[in-house]
């Protein structure tokens, strides 16, 4: 083949109308002849600065939009409706893994009924010493709010003796607080080191109760309520870890859950026991889930 | 006005750069964010922003372009990506010999600077059409409707001119035998 064919070849290449045949060809002579090979170089850097040239148009274009201020653009949420700060609520399932692990000994479902009178054991007391004048200082009242006759307490700090007529209310586990940490001190100093390395651990912004209830049906599906900032979870989160992320806004806020690579939302005011939906709206769910990674 | 996914996917189809304005307005926040978490300056975010919006336009205008997931989702994967990519070059950079790899550049610099002047002196029609083709990808046929020219015969013609054009002022200028090694 003469040399302007492959100047041909070399003009189809950059078409994109080259067959697989020629290709060959002209690999071949590229590989062997200089002067084929910096012909084909030309054209590459002119098809290259062509195709620069457009781009940086294209750039320009978009650079002469105007934009907010990066300020502005940092403090707004991506999130349409939320231009708030992130109050995040954010919880390790490894943590609450760890601690139901730890505290297995002394974590005893118990069965409550509202009228039903607690009587907790009195040598839990002995065991955490801190927990109990924390507990006393403050003298808030544990009661339990449920109508649930199956319900798992899970923090181990809420074992007081303590008499209430109808209910008892605890702090949830999962959501840590510095108070937590305190709690666990005294019961697991060496895993308490792994939870101060935790920014997580200090969060104590959070003013929803969580509590965790068996599943509703199959073990795989999630359940939960939501009213008056309490949160009742229907289901198995001990295999997964999970976060609960709070975003707030000009008083609203509105709560998701990442769990399993999923993320759902919880609506506030659900009263009855709603399956936990996944979110849809995508671009929201890289926004939870860039949360949820830092 | 709101636009949904497939009216944008419809106007940068008919090569309208105005579709690439919306999206760039629309989602550059979440971008933002995402580069400034990870180490990069805002000017480095636009520009990796603008860089992705451009990789778009140019996958979006192939008439063969099926959108599998939504824009903003597109969007952030190849900003993602770009935005490693970005990373590992600056850290390439910083551990490699740049004294060796400053000299390769000014050696190529050369070429592309002639080209880059040969093109700014085509015309405005030539280096549209130039554009589309070899950038946008634009079919014949697309680009005659976009440039209001006759039908695709008349934008091949054209096509052809421009190219030849621009090939004979480099020539004019330097021989491909000129950048042997």
């Not at chain 1, 045949?21 to 030309?42: G, N, Q, R, Y």
Request: proline share 1%; net charge negative.
């Amino acid at each position: 083949m003469s040399e302007t064919n492959y100047f041909r070849l070399i003009e189809a290449y950059f078409e994109g109308s080259i067959t697989s045949t020629e290709k060959a060809m002209l690999d071949a002579k590229i590989s062997s002849d200089p002067l084929v090979k910096a012909e084909f170089d030309l054209q590459h850097n002119i098809v290259k600065g062509i195709s620069n040239a457009r781009k940086q148009e294209l750039k320009s274009r978009l650079a002469l939009i105007d934009l907010p201020t990066n300020t502005g653009a940092l403090l707004g949420s991506g999130v349409k409706w939320l231009a708030g700060t992130v109050v995040g609520v954010t919880i390790f399932g490894s943590i609450l893994y760890w601690s139901l692990t730890t505290f297995d000994t002394n974590i005893k479902p118990i069965d409550l009924k509202i009228t039903q009178k607690l009587v907790f054991n009195e040598t839990s007391l002995a065991n955490f010493p801190d927990a109990v004048e924390e507990t006393e200082k403050s003298k808030q009242e544990k009661i339990i709010k449920t109508t649930s006759s199956n319900i798992k307490v899970l923090k181990a700090a809420s074992i007081i003796e303590e008499e209430k007529d109808a209910t008892a209310r605890v702090e949830p586990q999962s959501l840590m607080s510095y108070e937590d940490d305190k709690l666990f001190t005294n019961q697991n100093q060496d895993d308490l080191e792994n939870i101060e390395s935790r920014e997580i651990a200090h969060n104590t912004i959070n003013k929803t109760e969580v509590e965790f209830l068996d599943p509703v049906e199959n073990v795989n599906d999630f359940h939960y309520r939501y009213y008056n900032s309490k949160l009742y979870l229907y289901g198995d989160f001990n295999e997964m870890p999970y976060q609960i992320i709070e975003l707030n806004d000009k008083g609203k806020k509105q709560l998701f859950l990442s769990h399993s690579e999923e993320v759902y939302m919880i609506k506030d005011n659900t009263t009855e026991i709603t399956q936990l939906r996944k979110l849809q709206d995508e671009m929201l769910k890289l926004e939870i889930q860039l949360i949820v990674e830092e | 006005m709101k636009l949904t996914d497939s009216q944008i996917i419809e106007r940068i189809k008919l090569g309208d750069e105005t579709a690439l304005d919306y999206l760039y307005k629309q989602h550059y926040k979440m971008m933002l964010r995402m580069v400034l978490r990870n180490n990069g300056t805002e000017q480095e975010a636009l520009d990796i922003f603008q860089d992705a919006l451009i990789v778009f336009w140019q996958k979006a205008v192939n008439v063969d372009f099926e959108l599998t997931s939504k824009i903003s989702t597109y969007l952030f994967s190849v900003c993602k990506n770009l935005w490693r990519k970005e990373l590992e070059r600056k850290k390439k950079f910083e551990d490699s010999d740049k004294e060796e790899s400053e000299y390769n550049q000014l050696e190529n610099q050369e070429m592309v600077k002639i080209i880059h002047a040969c093109i700014s002196e085509l015309g405005d029609s030539c280096k549209k059409i130039l554009s589309y083709h070899y950038f946008d990808g634009l079919s014949m046929d697309q680009i005659a409707k976009k440039m209001g020219l006759a039908n695709s015969d008349t934008a091949k013609t054209k096509r052809y001119k421009c190219k030849k054009r621009l090939d004979d002022l480099i020539r004019s200028r330097y021989k491909a035998s000129d950048f042997l090694d």
